[in-house]
């Protein structure tokens, strides 16, 4: 449906190009030919021949190395730069976060900064007036708002940041690396909200060096090499191939070159699970088990460098609701290689204990450091039956005669 | 149609406008222990040093002025609106480079900048020639209050002169950094080209023809005649000064609005 829509963004080969810093009288050659509206001869070609489109309710992540041109695309997009080339469309409000708390000056209070950072957005004073509540209490910094900016912590500086960028519903909002300032707690709050705001339709630009938030946060992705797009699709995909190159760059010239034809095209380069079963039967099917019956999850794991991987397991509820896992590392067990190259797993959970319902087993491939996790193979399985006890587990209990 | 466009601008982003012209005006004093007291004493302290200097060392005395009016009267009158100018288009020129950080992150209309930093120095030196007037006036100088009427019409016509050279220089600052540096030498050169510390009546002829080519002449020396009494309203003059400046504005901000795109590539 979305798709017969007037996209909100549409890039049409856009471009960027930066002028060299030069010394002597070329900056003032570079005002003249910017003036006849010709390109100063030295410059740096930041983003080269981008073009996508971005619909209502879409959300798309950026990625790629610092210095790929992200933060200058986002910058274009925002309305802060404009293309040297190719076309660019917008529509609707769009709402930059490229950093929190841009403009605010130290020396006037949080409730002053608000003000001009409104201002900023466009909103009138009154508008402001009516909103101040509802950022006062995102941002929670209670009496300070009446101290000046200087004397707050940067937790708080990026509260009231976000908080003040949030507090116009925007029908694109672009941000850059929002997520990675602020604690714990913060950082919920805004996946949170950003979360909410998906749900609501709204229209999602992240730029960010997680894949975990992009994969979370973002159904498309967008992979920046060197100014121009490398690879745009499903953000699970390109996340992984993004996480394949880093893994080829990393990896030392000399390549245990154990199995690379039985590992599939796109995944070669990581560590990844090459197949999973449940049972002994494979993920195209949803098996059924009865109450308290085993499970067995097997399978094998592809290594790139000859290192032994460990495999991390988990159940989860269809809904997403963990319920257990565990990783190979954690109980010291170490896969052991196939005569092709893979390392196959097996564990077993006897009398599982879950009620019925529909699950899903998990599986994950990790760096032998146990660190990493790299891909995200499932496979669902009902259990069956008819027991009215609450939650997913089956406790063992006994009640006590008193 | 890039002057009329220019206050649709303004108008539409008033709240910016303002925003931005308040946090100018703050800028100044916030951490300060007298705060905004300073643009009273400011003013006060100038026109006390000159009084001194000029009344009871120098003894000067202007000619064909009406007795009861002293020097201090005099300068004081043409001081403030300098002032204002002066100091207007000095940060109007460093107004886009300063907010670098706001040009870089933020789409906004970067002339709001300069017409902020301009409005400010105005308000502030505006509060100042007030508080100047009223002592003045309250220690019996002979000021001429119908005068102040015609402040109505000078008062917007060297604003939109200080507009235009901030304009002009801020968008070049942003490439050429030299401008701030040229620009404080070209001022005092002004200054001394500008009817304050005298009256064009003692200039000799050629320089006085020179020194009409100097747009500042038109509206310092009338706005000064005006508030002593001296002299006729000349409608005519000023009507067409401030043509020249809505032309020279609009030319100024078609070269701004031009320059503007690229800010943040070397900002």
Same mark, same amino acid.
């Given at each position: ?402 | ?33 007298? %705060?905004? *007291?300073?643009?009273?004493? $400011?003013? /006060?302290? !100038? @026109?006390? #040093?000159? +009084?001194? =200097? ?82 003045? %006036?309250? *220690?019996?100088?002979?000021? $001429?209050? /119908?005068? !102040? @009427?015609? #402040?109505? +019409?000078? =008062? ?112």
């Amino acid at each position: 449906m979305s798709e017969t829509q007037q996209p909100l963004i549409k890039l049409a080969g856009v471009g960027k190009s930066y002028p060299l810093v030069q010394k002597g009288g070329h900056q003032l050659a570079q005002v003249w030919s910017r003036l006849r509206g010709t390109e100063p001869s030295h410059v740096f070609k930041a983003l080269q021949d981008i073009s996508f489109d971005v619909y209502k309710g879409q959300s798309v992540g950026l990625v790629g190395v610092n210095g790929a041109g992200k933060s200058t695309l986002l910058k274009l997009i925002a309305g802060v730069v404009k293309p040297t080339t190719g076309r660019l469309e917008r529509r609707g409000r769009i709402g930059a976060l490229l950093e929190l708390g841009t403009g605010f000056h130290p020396d006037y209070t949080g409730r002053d900064n608000i003000y001009l950072a409104c201002a900023l957005m466009g909103l009138s004073h009154a508008d402001t007036q009516s909103r101040i509540d509802g950022i006062l209490a995102f941002a929670d910094i209670g009496e300070h708002i009446d101290q000046p900016l200087k004397h707050y912590s940067s937790g708080m500086v990026v509260r009231l940041g976000f908080a003040v960028a949030t507090s116009v519903v925007p029908d694109v909002l672009i941000t850059d690396e929002v997520l990675a300032v602020g604690d714990e707690s913060f950082q919920k709050k805004c996946i949170v909200w950003m979360e909410n705001y998906l749900n609501n339709g709204g229209t999602l630009l992240l730029c960010s060096h997680s894949m975990y938030h992009i994969q979370k946060l973002c159904k498309q992705a967008v992979w920046i090499d060197q100014g121009r797009i490398r690879e745009k699709g499903l953000s699970a995909n390109v996340a992984r191939n993004y996480l394949a190159w880093h893994e080829e760059k990393g990896r030392p010239s000399k390549v245990a070159n154990v199995s690379s034809k039985t590992a599939s095209q796109d995944t070669e380069g990581i560590y990844h699970v090459e197949s999973m079963n449940l049972n002994g039967i494979d993920k195209q099917q949803v098996i059924s088990l009865n109450p308290q019956s085993d499970l067995t999850v097997s399978g094998t794991v592809y290594s790139p460098d000859g290192r032994t991987p460990h495999i991390a397991v988990g159940i989860v509820r269809a809904d997403g609701t963990p319920i257990y896992g565990i990783v190979s590392e954690m109980d010291m067990h170490a896969l052991k290689a196939n005569a092709q190259g893979l390392y196959p797993f097996e564990i077993v959970f006897k009398h599982l204990p879950l009620l019925p319902g529909r699950y899903v087993a998990r599986s994950h491939a990790m760096d032998p450091e146990g660190m990493r996790l790299f891909d995200h193979v499932e496979q669902s399985f009902d259990v069956l039956g008819d027991s009215r006890e609450l939650g997913y587990v089956h406790l063992e209990h006994h009640w006590v005669e008193k | 149609m890039y002057a009329c466009s220019a206050l649709t601008v303004a108008w539409r982003h008033r709240a910016l406008l303002w925003a931005l012209t308040r946090r100018d005006i703050q800028n100044r004093y916030t951490g300060s222990v007298a %705060g905004a *007291l300073w643009a009273f004493m $400011h003013p /006060l302290a !100038l @026109l006390a #040093l000159y +009084a001194v =200097v000029f009344e009871a060392v120098f003894k000067v005395k202007v000619p064909n002025l009406f007795t009861g009016q002293p020097y201090v009267l005099f300068v004081a009158l043409a001081l403030w609106p300098w002032m204002a100018f002066q100091e207007a288009v000095m940060r109007g020129t460093t107004a886009v480079q300063q907010n670098g950080a706001l040009v870089k992150k933020v789409a906004f209309d970067h002339e709001l900048l300069i017409y902020s930093a301009v409005l400010s120095c105005f308000a502030i030196h505006g509060v100042g020639f007030a508080v100047v007037l009223v002592i003045l %006036g309250v *220690l019996g100088f002979n000021i $001429h209050f /119908l005068g !102040l @009427l015609s #402040l109505l +019409a000078f =008062v917007p016509v060297l604003l939109l002169m200080a507009l235009v050279l901030a304009l002009l220089l801020g968008a070049l600052q942003v490439f050429v950094r030299d401008v701030e540096q040229l620009l404080s030498q070209a001022m005092t050169v002004l200054f001394y080209a500008t009817p304050i510390l005298f009256p064009m009546a003692i200039v000799p002829r050629w320089l006085a023809e020179a020194m009409h080519y100097n747009p500042l002449v038109h509206v310092i020396e009338p706005l000064r005649n005006g508030l002593l009494g001296q002299g006729s309203f000349d409608a005519e003059s000023i009507a067409w000064v401030a043509f020249v400046s809505v032309i020279a504005f609009a030319v100024a901000r078609a070269f701004f609005l031009r320059l503007s795109p690229y800010f943040e590539d070397m900002v």
